[in-house]
């Protein structure tokens, strides 16, 4: 069975500031995990993913995350938040072909 | 690439009738969707899984009879709420695999926000 958990459920940031959301994951098999965003109303959007190889991975809008495997940890950064990144980001993992589960979600508010 | 479409984005039913949402792969093929239910500042729940021609496996405490999926085709998977209540009112996304990448990533359609009156 494989789960995420995310901590935090609100993290409060001010524009410019480091953006750090946090995941732990369990998996029984070499996981796959995600980051997604969402906005209101909205779908998911990917930000980024690790499957295999470099564990430092880079997505979009300036956001990456380091697979530590030692940690099962995968904690999504950015090093300057901007007022557009406010929304609520999902941690994902899933194995190869398998569903995908989600955290419980941390909504990211950026203060001007 | 990579489109999926979901319809209606939003839709208002009485108490007691039935509503389809329907899940488009636009520009690829998904042998598998998937089927979730996201309540207000809640993460994502999965439902179902709808596999192309054979019948969807539902998780643990989701209502087969209440949440009917058909995966008739490689582009398109519905999921019908028959005799809808207001308790079914949430927020539904569907996601799909392209079967002709790596299987490592789900694209995700719009959702629909179904409000039962």
């Known amino acids: 069975a494989q789960s995420v958990t995310q901590l935090g459920s609100h993290v409060s940031v001010s524009e410019g500031a480091l953006v750090l959301l946090r995941c732990n994951y369990s998996s029984s098999v070499p996981p796959y995990l995600f980051w997604y965003v969402q906005y209101p109303n909205q779908g998911l959007q990917l930000l980024l993913k690790?499957?295999?190889?470099?564990?430092l991975v880079k997505g979009i809008n300036g956001f990456e995350a380091e697979f530590k495997k030692s940690e099962t940890s995968f904690h999504l950064t950015k090093p300057s938040a901007h007022m557009s990144d406010a929304a609520e980001y999902f941690c994902a993992v899933s194995g190869p072909g398998n569903d995908m589960r989600f955290g419980a979600g941390t909504r990211l508010t950026v203060k001007p | 690439g990579a489109v999926v479409s979901q319809h209606p984005s939003r839709v208002i039913c009485k108490s007691g009738t039935s509503v389809k949402i329907e899940c488009r792969s636009l520009d690829f093929q998904a042998t598998t969707m998937f089927w979730y239910r996201q309540f207000p500042k809640q993460s994502l729940m999965l439902m179902a899984t709808?596999?192309?021609?054979?019948?969807?496996?539902?998780e643990q405490g989701v209502e087969k009879d209440k949440f009917l999926i058909n995966h008739a085709s490689l582009t398109l998977s519905t999921l019908t709420v028959t005799s809808a209540h207001p308790e079914d009112s949430s927020f539904y996304i569907c996601s799909a695999r392209d079967r002709g990448r790596s299987n490592t990533e789900a694209f995700f359609g719009q959702g629909t926000r179904l409000t039962v009156v």
């Open positions: 690790y499957t295999t190889g470099a564990t």
């Open positions: 709808s596999n192309e021609g054979s019948k969807a496996t539902y």
